[in-house]
């Protein structure tokens, strides 16, 4: 990847170096709480940890409570005369884990890597700290990163204009189920004129940017059925149905080889991009082909297209595919089952449950006896084909808003003035629960992220750039000074 020039960083203002140590260590600190959702014993220790945090820092966080649900931490800075008040967001929840596939320690026991990815002893002195390490631990990048930098920047000397209110997410990796709940509960706390979702990766040249949108999400588990019981391939092949084949056609006929999918009625509602969002588009750096060489493709799913004009058309995907078993364990049979789960990336103006009404349409059409739970011994014999849906979310709808926004002015025009030119992208490949905000509050959202693009977002080994780290706390800074 590019890397800024070694000019540009040279103007960028920085917090100083022993305020870096003990951001970090403190960060530390924070990432060895266990932070999956549904244990809610632990999202409240982490709670509790950044309760302290803040009231280090002369700021009160109070807890937005609902029954069954982490809290969210709320907080104020109030500024004398200041006309317009801005909600900052952040998470502090992280994606479930997998201890044995992270390397080099536990999901919750931060590390520090070198250039190499080699772990290396924590340092005891501000200047021993390399720009290109990686501090390795869940969270570290998505998103327990803005809710440091915001304190960094505090630390650091930031003196806002505008009214601040910190709203820090419980639940976004878990669906945000109660954050509808939450907003309508708590809305007269929360009336602000905007909002600024802190989550997410720069560009991939590893320059700031900003989005103005972020593509909704819907999904499902499929499972064909063939006999009842795994088979012996020998003596009942050619015979006995495999469902494992049965699904692999099924899914190639939602979706064909130039990556454009094929269940009817898929695109009609999508509201494509305007003009002024299109030259956008063209006007982001092109880092296709670095990204192919650093991801070993020989290929792309759609030629002669960029990356932010695919991720501003919705997509469907396989995310994961099981039947029997392959590698050691491989055996000669005919699967019982196949089950596959499809994710759905929507833009503007679909929802969620139509469209996820569509592919199991689809899926009728080919055929296939619908159900949505565990169909019934009667009905396996009843039908040759036999499929079950289950919906693995309620969705989230895609929000994007209008480039033009005088909120969007002010915030890049704040970020350029710190950290150089910002790329405007309108819209951003990932789902965040910003419609519930937009319905509830009113107000509009545009998204300011922090972390580097090869953090492993969501899977093990996820990390953070230190230089990124460096760079939010001067980003977030800049927006907390903006003059809104």
Known sequence: MKLLTAALLAVLPMPAQPDRLA???????????????RNIGDMRRNAGFIEQMYAKRGITLTRLEVPGAPPALFGEWRVPGAQRTIILYAHYDGQPVVPNQWTNGGPFEPVLLNRAGQKIPWPTSASQLDPEWRLQSRSASDDKAPVVAFLAAIDSGVKPRANLKFFFHGEEEAGSPHAREILEKYKDRLRADAMIFCDGPVHQSRRQLVSFGVRGTAGFELTVYGPERELHSGHYGNWSPNPA???????????????????????????PLNEAELRAVHEIPEVEEELKQELL???????GK?????????ALNIQGI??????NEARN??????????GIRLVKGMDPQE????????IRKRGYFVVEREPTAAERRAHPRVARVSRTRNGVRAVRVPMDLPLAATVVRAIEKARGPVIRQPTGGGTLPIAPFEDVLGIPVIIVPIANHDNK???????IRLQNLWDGVVTLGAVMSAEY
């Open 23 to 37: 951001m970090l260590n403190e960060f530390a600190e924070l990432l060895r709480i266990p932070n999956v959702a």
């Open 245 to 271: 084949l049965m699904l692999a056609h099924l899914l190639a006929s939602m979706k064909d080889e130039d990556g454009r999918v094929r269940v009817a009625g898929f695109y009609d509602s999508a509201v």
């Open 297 to 303: 493709l020989g290929g792309v799913e759609v030629p």
């Open 306 to 314: 960029r990356l932010n004009e695919l991720i501003a058309i919705p």
């Open 322 to 327: 099981t039947s029997s078993s392959t590698g």
């Open 333 to 342: 049979v005919i699967p019982s089952r196949a089950v596959a789960n499809i």
């Open 355 to 362: 469209t996820v009404g569509q592919c199991i349409e689809h």
């Open 457 to 463: 977002q969501h899977s093990h080994d996820e990390n």
